[in-house]
């Protein structure tokens, strides 16, 4: 049967991580690099995509950022 709140449940952590990769790209952890965030569910897939982050936006991040992407996070 379907659930709509199942999508909406498993959509919950993909959002979460987008924002915050957003944050970072936007470079506003560099204009506040005292600024703690806490993200839940051991960081919403955030840890296992650190290293696809890097690839794709490493030419970005040196240009536009003063850390990388997962430095910053």
Known sequence: ???PNLI???GWH???AV???RLA???????HPRLKLLI???GECLPTMMDRVER???SYSRTHLDR???RAI
């Open 68 to 70: 990388n992407a997962a």
């Open 40 to 42: 839940g569910h051991m």
């Open 8 to 10: 909406q449940e498993k």
């Open 56 to 58: 794709v936006f490493s």
């Open 19 to 21: 924002h915050i990769l």
């Open 14 to 16: 993909a959002e979460v």
């Open 25 to 31: 790209l936007s470079g506003a952890l560099d204009r």
């Open 1 to 3: 049967m379907f659930n």
